[in-house]
């Protein structure tokens, strides 16, 4: 509800009568009105979710409640009162107000030199006694204030500050939180200045605490809020911790998300031009994130930074050239008896033949831990007669320390050697997929508050493919949001411009966009998401932002695959 609408619902028309002993005070039938109004702003209050237009209700209700033609609500902070709003109609002063006009005038503090209480201001005071100051005059008042300060700003403004209600503000914890302060209250009928009535300062009592219950509700709410947020990045982080070749990964794919979103919000061209998330959904989609690899906490880090084939710990090809260290040393120790024979015997040509055949050997031992160095990184691809040496070379007897003889490499280790593509088994490639099955069964157990009930499936879904092939589900894109589709385009661009890969170089951005192009063409990512990422240049904003010079190539984008102009 805007302010104006809240001025519609509380008319400040009010027939007035004298009371000798009270001031101004109103019927029955009046005091019944007021008390619906009450009634209405505490439910506008209790709904308000924006914590300005909050402030700003509380201060308009107030004043429409008694008719006051002016307001300040102050908050408490460092034994201080602060200036949040501050309205005085006469005057045409709304502060902050749309134009965000800030206020200028310094906070109250409750304790003077010496840690003196500050009793002289009607505020402080208020705020110290936890008592309402009710001021007829302020310019004939003896209730001992300092209104010096009043009398000043009336002077250069032309304004006469007559009568004071100043109410303070606690909390469900009876702690202060802050003072509601209105000023001139006003016959409707004559427009004269008239004092705070006892209904006035009853009603406006009852107002300060509901106010103060929902600003408190609403700052418990923020710090939740802002607790919520921090576990989630420190969950973040310390899943990009575990491994220092995935660093940024959960950081970085919230910021092409968002882009993403807020792509898909402006676009006006295309399948989601009429789609529009609001503040909510982009704060989910945020949050999904943010959580989309937390089941990474699971997965054994010798597999996550798995860059070679034979590593675990550490890269077993070093175990391996150690072996070739001693099946040469045993070969240049045979060689040597046979030589040191042949050459008793003073036969030159045996030597020759010697030195040939060990020669040879060395050369043979040399290529075959170069091939197998070679087979240790990760390639696109290995041919079946590459597989083939890897098993005659494992063939290979050696003695080992306990001088009995084993196969050069072991079971294992011509098994990781084999892997046709990448580094990983399909027993590690398993436990890296199963990341996104604990993801959201972790995620799904979280009590999640409506605004973020989607999380999990948007979370969960980033590795689904719009045909049905991806995992963990086997969702087609009908089956998915859209939140989710978007987050798998986040995913996989970071992913393939990262530089903190062990197992690859980091890629300029034409080839990340050609493999995001077919990519789309094969039916992995949606189409129509793909075509505003491109359209809208998102891909361009986060490369100028996190890629490296080197990255950003020159490229036409009616080369990429895929690509369609909107």
Not at 33 to 49: D, F, N, P, T, Y
Not at 276 to 302: M, N, R, W
């Amino acid at each position: 509800m805007s302010a104006e609408n809240l001025r519609k619902i509380l008319p400040n028309e009010y027939p007035v009568s004298t009371n000798e002993n009270q001031g101004y005070d109103y019927s029955n039938a009046e005091l019944w009105h007021r008390l619906e109004q009450l009634h209405e702003i505490g439910k506008s209050l209790s709904a308000e979710k924006d914590s300005q237009r909050l402030l700003e209700y509380i201060l308009i209700g107030a004043k429409s409640l008694t008719g006051a033609d002016g307001g300040t609500l102050y908050f408490l902070k460092n034994d201080a009162l602060h200036f949040e709003i501050m309205h005085t109609d006469s005057l045409n002063i709304a502060k902050p107000g749309d134009t965000k006009e800030t206020i200028d005038l310094p906070p109250i503090p409750l304790f003077l030199e010496g840690g003196h209480p500050n009793l002289k201001s009607i505020a402080s005071f208020a705020a110290l006694t936890g008592k309402t100051v009710n001021i007829p005059d302020a310019y004939t008042t003896d209730e001992g204030f300092d209104f010096s300060g009043t009398k000043l700003y009336d002077e250069k403004t032309g304004y006469r500050s007559t009568s004071f209600l100043a109410i303070p503000m606690k909390n469900h914890e009876n702690e202060m939180i802050g003072v509601l302060q209105l000023i001139n209250a006003r016959d409707k009928k004559s427009g004269a200045i008239r004092t705070f009535s006892v209904a006035d300062q009853s009603l406006l009592e009852s107002l300060a605490s509901q106010a103060a219950v929902a600003l408190s509700n609403k700052h418990l709410v923020s710090e939740l809020k802002r607790l919520m947020e921090r576990f989630i990045e420190i969950i973040a982080s310390a899943i990009d911790e575990k491994s220092p070749y995935t660093g940024a990964h959960c950081r970085r794919v919230p910021e092409i998300a968002m882009a993403i979103a807020n792509a898909l919000n402006s676009t006006e061209k295309g399948v989601y031009a009429d789609l529009e998330f609001d503040s909510e959904q982009l704060y989910e989609i945020k949050i999904a994130a943010l959580l989309h690899d937390c089941g990474k906490i699971t997965t054994p880090v010798h597999v996550v930074d798995k860059a070679t084939k034979l590593e675990t710990i550490f890269d077993r090809i070093e175990l391996i050239e150690v072996r070739f260290e001693i099946i040469k040393r045993d070969m240049e120790i045979a060689y040597l008896k046979q030589k040191l024979s042949a050459d008793n015997g003073s036969d030159p040509e045996k030597l020759q033949q010697l030195e040939k055949i060990y020669q040879g050997e060395l050369a043979q031992l040399d290529s075959d831990l170069e091939f197998l160095k070679k087979a240790n990184i990760g390639r696109e691809f290995m041919p079946e007669k590459d597989i083939q040496r890897l098993r005659e070379i494992a063939n290979r007897q050696w003695t080992d320390l306990s001088g009995k003889q084993a196969s050069l490499l072991n079971e294992n280790e011509l098994y990781n050697l084999s892997i046709p593509k990448g580094t990983l088994t399909p027993e590690e490639r398993e436990q890296i997929n199963n990341h996104i099955v604990v993801t959201q069964k972790m995620l799904n157990q979280l009590p999640f508050p409506k605004v973020l009930k989607n999380v999990p499936e948007i979370a969960g879904g980033h590795h689904e493919r719009m045909d049905g092939k991806g995992y963990p589900n086997g969702l087609t894109r009908e089956q998915m949001s859209v939140q989710a589709r978007l987050m798998g385009i986040a995913d996989v661009f970071e992913a393939l411009t990262a530089s903190d890969r062990p197992y690859k170089k980091p890629m300029p951005l034409s080839q990340v966009l050609t493999i995001l192009g077919n990519m789309k063409l094969e039916g992995h990512i949606d189409p129509d998401i793909f075509d505003v990422f491109i359209n809208e240049g998102v891909y361009l904003e986060y490369a100028r932002k996190y890629l490296s010079p080197e990255q950003i190539d020159k490229f036409e984008l009616e080369k990429i695959p895929g690509y369609q102009k909107l």
